[in-house]
């Protein structure tokens, strides 16, 4: 009796996430519709899109300077015993250099950015709505979708793929202290390599998808924040969920881009 | 007198629950119009429907004589631009200083120079006695002070109409008394017509012209507060009577 009623329950909790989750796809794909129908119409919030992308910008700086650094160093400490295995050492450089550029930069700093800003803008705009403050610009006769949506998710898909040629340069400045330390290659002889080895072929597919990546984290943050209820909880919950799902939307989407962008700049 | 709201037949349900059923009411050019209730009756959602914050599910909703819920955004916009709502939590935006606050709607509405802008602000601020707030943050400021300047920043476009959404809810019975005293002046000195929700009965006995008592989702009373008070209906003796409390005291 109460194994059938455990069930029941189960199964409707169960109901209710899928529910949500199709609401929510529902709610995204609305917000992307609003979002194109009214960035391209006065007025054009240059200065808030601007504000944002300054602020955005060195909010990450930081997190991202030292992450990319340490990937770099890393990733190239690791594949050393591999290529040396394999007779390839010479190769090192290449083949590190290629894997920051075309994968770990782009996701690895879409990644973090999701963690520091998807977060923050579901916490900003969340806060607002349950204070009223959105209802309170929409009723003097501003639009707060073009006013606080449409402006973040701009900035968040211009900034990100910026940041994102910056940690590539942060990487191989950690790759190439790793190459000293491992193998006491010259700076000249590292740089040559890499650049014999990174084509734009490389590059172009790997900074491009970061401008998917941003917009995913804008539209997630903002979608969560400004579709927020229930009070302080719900800016929490706005702001945990932001990060989960724009975190879990960048891979799937990775995954779909990997193979578009292979067979656009084949990689051999 | 001209009407400058009609509401006809407005309902509003949230799921299975019905907060107004076909409501209707007038309000005149130059009116204080007090909504009294208890908690949950739907008075804010009254207020919210006449701004088309919320969509009501039927009826219809006329300003100066235009149709608010067949408006496009456009005219909706164009339209809020008379307004002024006054919230209950004073919904300052709080990433902006108090002047920032005050100047939003002038930039996005009128072409002022900047020094116009500076004017209409001390001007408001003068109003509401808070010139010295003049580059503080919202949360810098007491509750009292955010109801002020809250009022400050929805009185600075000039509006036609103003909406008060619990006005004095959370203040102490002096503040109360002197935002409720800033607002008839206001009125007066403004000619606004107003719509004004509460349940405090000292604000609305200082500001109203007329009342309706909200209850079940339905008008169950309209006229003036002496009118209310006077009723010998057993809820609206228990709204505005201390029965309660007297009854307590006997008993115990």
Same mark, same amino acid.
């Given at each position: ?268 | ?53 919320? /969509? *009501?599910?039927? =009826?219809?909703?006329? &300003?100066?004589? +235009? ?5 496009? @955004? ?91 959404? /619990? *006005?004095?809810? =959370?203040?102490?019975? &002096?503040?109360? +008394? ?5 607002? @008839? ?68």
């Amino acid at each position: 009796m109460s194994g059938s009623k455990n069930k029941t329950t189960q199964s409707s909790a169960f109901e209710k996430k899928l529910n949500d989750f199709f609401i929510m796809i529902a709610g995204l794909w609305q917000f992307q519709w609003q979002f194109v129908k009214q960035i391209f119409f006065p007025p054009y919030e240059i200065e808030q899109i601007r504000k944002h992308m300054d602020e955005l910008g060195i909010k990450t700086l930081p997190i991202v300077s030292v992450t990319g650094f340490i990937i770099g160093l890393v990733i190239t400490m690791q594949m050393h015993p591999v290529m040396v295995r394999f007779g390839a050492e010479a190769f090192l450089p290449g083949a590190v250099g290629i894997s920051i550029v075309r994968e770990l930069a782009p996701v690895i700093t879409a990644l973090i950015f999701a963690g520091r800003v998807s977060s923050g803008i579901g916490a900003e705009l969340g806060s607002m709505r349950v204070t009223e403050q959105i209802d309170a610009m929409e009723v003097s006769g501003v639009n707060p979708f073009k006013y606080l949506v449409s402006t973040r998710i701009f900035a968040c898909t211009f900034i990100l793929p910026i940041l994102t040629v910056y940690v590539i340069f942060i990487a191989f400045l950690g790759a190439y202290i790793a190459v000293v330390l491992v193998q006491n290659m010259t700076y000249q002889y590292f740089i040559d390599s890499v650049i014999k080895s990174v084509t734009f072929g490389d590059a172009i597919p790997g900074v491009l998808k970061t401008f998917a990546f941003g917009f995913i984290v804008g539209i997630v943050g903002s979608y969560k924040g400004y579709t927020a209820t229930n009070g302080t909880e719900g800016v929490g919950k706005a702001a945990t969920t932001a990060v989960v799902v724009s975190s879990l939307m960048i891979l799937i989407f990775d995954m779909v881009l990997v193979k578009v962008t292979l067979w656009l700049w084949p990689a051999v | 007198m001209n009407k400058v709201i009609e509401i006809k037949n407005i309902s509003k349900s949230f799921g299975s629950l019905n907060v107004l059923r076909d409501i209707s009411l007038t309000v005149d050019e130059g009116e204080n119009m007090v909504v009294f209730g208890q908690s949950g009756t739907g008075k804010s959602v009254l207020l919210k429907c006449i701004v088309r914050l919320m /969509e *009501p599910d039927s =009826g219809e909703i006329f &300003i100066d004589n +235009k149709d608010v819920l067949a408006m496009d @955004l456009k005219q909706l916009n164009d339209l809020r631009k008379d307004f002024g709502f006054l919230f209950q939590g004073a919904a300052l935006y709080d990433s902006m200083t108090v002047r920032e606050n005050l100047e939003f709607p002038l930039i996005r509405h009128f072409d002022f120079t900047p020094e116009e802008r500076e004017t209409k602000v001390k001007s408001v601020l003068e109003k509401v006695s808070l010139e010295e707030a003049i580059d503080k943050m919202p949360s810098e400021l007491s509750g009292g002070m955010k109801k002020r300047i809250g009022l400050a920043r929805s009185i600075i476009i000039d509006p036609k109409l103003m909406f008060y959404d /619990e *006005p004095t809810t =959370g203040l102490d019975p &002096i503040t109360s +008394k002197e935002i409720s005293l800033l607002i @008839l002046e206001l009125q007066k000195s403004l000619k606004m017509t107003s719509i004004i929700v509460t349940h405090d009965l000292l604000c609305a006995e200082i500001i109203a012209d007329r009342a309706i008592m909200l209850n079940d989702g339905v008008i169950m009373k309209e006229g003036s507060i002496s009118d209310l008070k006077s009723s010998q209906d057993p809820f609206l003796r228990n709204f505005f009577s201390n029965e309660i409390i007297q009854e307590h005291n006997r008993r115990n």
